[in-house]
């Protein structure tokens, strides 16, 4: 009886997360993680960063060697490490879920951003309190690159440009994208 009951809560554990996008058993996606430092969309990444890919048959998990930079979709540095984005202390970069979107979210840890070197294109985008969702011409250009940025498509939940009829969030958009497009320059 008790191994009939063990198999039944097995059997409910491997089913609690079928259909639930937000939890569950979700697939072992194939990463690698970088043993020196290396170019990927363009972006120079230091050893240890954790590159994970789209889902694959035959690839689980971590591979011995670096992939198909077309199958990235996220950058993740080794914990405390970032790289600068802009002026902004990046640890984080992810491919935009949504295939009819080109962009990412960028990540950034403002903690780590002295007085001295805010900028802002930094302050504003700290006030948002969240990453941020960059719109790009280019999907294989994951630097700040303001020639292939075309929009600011959030910045965390707060703002959206999905809604179109709040001009608040829409201007607050409009002046992190003109600070962005300044950012560059002011370097």
């Not at 202390?89 to 070197?117: C, H, R, W």
């Not at 939940?157 to 300044?182: P, T």
Request: glycine share 8%; charged share 25%.
């Amino acid at each position: 009886m008790a191994a009939l009951v063990i198999g039944y809560l097995i059997f409910l554990s491997a089913l609690s997360g079928i259909g639930n996008p937000t939890g569950g058993r979700g697939p072992d996606y194939p990463y690698f993680i970088t043993t020196e430092p290396v170019t990927v969309k363009k972006i120079v990444v230091p050893k240890g960063t954790k590159l994970i890919y789209e889902e694959q048959f035959f690839k689980k998990g971590q591979q011995d060697k670096i992939m198909n930079e077309k199958k990235l979709t996220d950058i993740h540095l080794a914990e405390g490490k970032t790289i600068d984005w802009g002026g902004a202390p990046v640890y984080m970069i992810t491919k935009f879920f949504n295939p009819e979107m080109t962009g990412y979210s960028v990540f950034a840890d403002f903690s780590q951003l002295s007085d001295e070197q805010r900028t802002k294109f930094s302050e504003l985008w700290r006030h948002c309190g969240g990453e941020l969702g960059v719109l790009v011409k280019d999907a294989d250009d994951w630097t700040f690159d303001t020639k292939n940025i075309t929009d600011i498509s959030d910045c965390s939940v707060n703002y959206q440009r999905y809604f179109k009829e709040d001009d608040r969030q829409q201007k607050f958009l409009d002046s992190l994208y003109s600070a962005m497009g300044k950012q560059i320059k002011t370097k």
